[in-house]
């Protein structure tokens, strides 16, 4: 077990993206177990993963007592363990006489993910690598040093591309107005926090935002949070999207990865109040999925992952051209890389001032949903709050 010490006082640090020991003696001590470097009050720390049977068992440890707790499942249970780093990969067979064998495949291009790394650092953020932010310490991203933990850097990347999208509208509104920014479905509300810091803490503006979310400890929890951050015009409370109704003037809404037709009524409230911006990322489009019918796209449509996410961009798309006829300047875009989920798609919707999209292209939208033999909740919920105006 000697060459696997030197390996693990090498390879097991923050670059590991996981560990796993498998193939057991004796079941009854786990099938398998799962190590991975997490971010505990601002340490690294490696939490254990072990699977018996239905049940998973957590546990987290220090990184020399992780180390010698790795060797001693593998000299009495598993014969098998995989390190996966940011070097590469390690297999370690043990055999049942007690050998073991190291086959090492170091990173090729490890140099090249190196200025890939670096890059990440160099570029300039909107929140900046070094400058803590303790929602952020919190959320497992930073360190108590601003340092970005890299198995964290996707979600660093998303919360600052989510504020690049913020930024771009930012010219929409006066720098003195303040902001009234509803957020649906806010859930754990990482991105709602990055909000009210980049607006109020960063730029100055006065805001009042308020998350809505039907889950009761969320609710509380966020509320603690805002109060520990200091972010007095941040509110959360609990309710439905279908039944909320502000207050007053509300000037952006947004609504990320509200489930299946809760987009629909939050795109509703916002063409309802009028709001400036509109931010949406949806999620499980499930409602055209059981309606999409054509003859011509058979061949296509009795695939049923195929036709889920055909499905799903035709609801956006259905939803982005409904927000047209409403009096918005609407884009789909890329959320995030395709390569981290498939739900990476942002509806951003801007209000204009006169012009109306032209009959011939909302008829064109209509002709096409009768073809497919859909009808999207959100064209009802429009047409609805049409004649509520008459």
Known sequence: MEQLERILEEWLDENVYQIILSNPRDTEQGSKIKIRPILLKGEIVYQQTIYLGTQVFHSNHERQEMAELIIKRLTDNYRQGEIQSVLGTVTVLVSKKGKVTLRVKRQQNQASQSRALEHNRTKKYILEEGKPVQFLIDLGVQTKEGKIVRSRYDKFRQINRYLEFIEDVLPKFRQGQTLRIIDFGCGKSYLTFAMYHYLHVLKGYPVRITGLDLKTDVIRHCNELAEKY??????????????????????????????????????????????????????????????????????????????????????????????????????????????????????RAVRRRGMQVALKESKTLDDMCEHLHLSVTLQRLLAELKQEKI
């Open 230 to 347: 200091g972010y007095k015009e941040l509110f959360f409370e609990r309710g439905d999207i279908s039944t909320y109704e502000s207050e007053g003037q509300v000037d952006m809404v947004v609504s990320l990865h509200a489930c299946d037709t809760a987009t629909d009524y939050a795109l509703e409230k916002a063409v309802r109040w009028g709001a400036e911006v509109i931010f949406a990322v949806p999620c499980c489009q499930h409602e055209v999925n059981r309606q999409i019918a054509c003859p011509e796209l058979a061949p296509i449509l009795k695939y049923g992952l195929i036709k889920e996410r055909i499905a799903a961009l035709v609801t956006d798309a259905v939803r982005a051209n409904l927000l047209e006829k409403e009096g918005y300047d609407t884009q789909i875009l890329e959320f995030i890389d395709m390569e981290h989920t498939p739900k990476n798609i942002l509806i």
